[in-house]
């Protein structure tokens, strides 16, 4: 078995995590920048941060024979001030040339406020200046739907195209809008949150394949780096093919990431 987990904060994990995951069959990871676990205080920390992600966290990987990749932004979570995130927005280009970064991620809205909108408009922006696709984080709301369409609408007000974009948090009311308008959609794997292995079995059966990943995102919460290969435990459970476990846990996160020339597993 193999499989990739193309969004986990890895800063926030154990080398340990590195160990069990690579013996679950784990193969590579992709790493969007994210919160800290506390809010920085200055431009400053996104550099060391993008340093850590880009120079430091691929060798910490390879020793499992993992490959590390990332996305690099200001998270929507830090957003809300726009001139302290314009400071760390002109930090990015300088590091689009490191040859582990995928694009622009994760970046979207937290509380739908207007100065998040702002700064995600900016940061499309710089997407398409420099060609780059996008990892969208979709907020954790009651009206998460909300945020989703002024995210998308966002972006197709831009000249990206909907296929160089992956929209993460997806669940049950949002999946299908986001696949209809051409996007990818990524399901989030959390033991109470977002969503469980179980569900993610029923989304998949309920939508089929087609542009959809799983992913644990395994940060600073309750959350479990191994819950993809748990998410393959219950659908084989089910009594899905292999070949359909594969898609969504290989094959898809294999075609989508692919589209960056920097994506190379051998």
Known sequence: ???????????????????????????????????????????????????????????????????????????????????????VIALIPDFLEKETVLGIGEIGLNKNTKNELIILEEQIALAEKYNQMVLVHTPH????????????????????????????????????????????????????????????ADIIEMFGTERLWMNSAGDWGCSDPLAVPKARLEMAKRGHSSETIDQVTFGNPQTFLGQSENFKLE
Request: overall charge negative.
């Open 141 to 200: 709301l009651e009206d998460k739907q909300k945020g989703t369409r002024i995210i998308m609408d966002a972006i197709s007000a831009s000249s990206i195209e909907p296929g160089r974009v992956l929209i993460d948090h997806v669940e049950e009311h949002t999946v299908s809008e986001v696949l209809d308008r051409g996007f990818w959609a990524g399901m989030t794997l959390y033991p109470d949150t977002k969503v469980t292995p179980q569900r993610a």
């Open 1 to 87: 078995m193999r499989y990739i987990d193309p969004h986990i904060h890895m800063v926030s994990r154990t080398t340990d995590d590195y160990q069990r995951m690579a013996q679950a069959g784990c193969i590579a990871v992709t790493e969007p920048a994210f919160w800290a676990g506390f809010d920085r205080s200055s431009a400053q920390g996104f550099y060391d941060y993008y340093r850590q992600l880009t120079e430091y966290e691929p060798k910490r990987a390879a020793q499992f024979g993992i490959k590390h990749f990332t996305w690099l932004c200001i998270n929507p979570k830090e957003a809300d001030d726009p001139g302290f995130a314009r400071e």
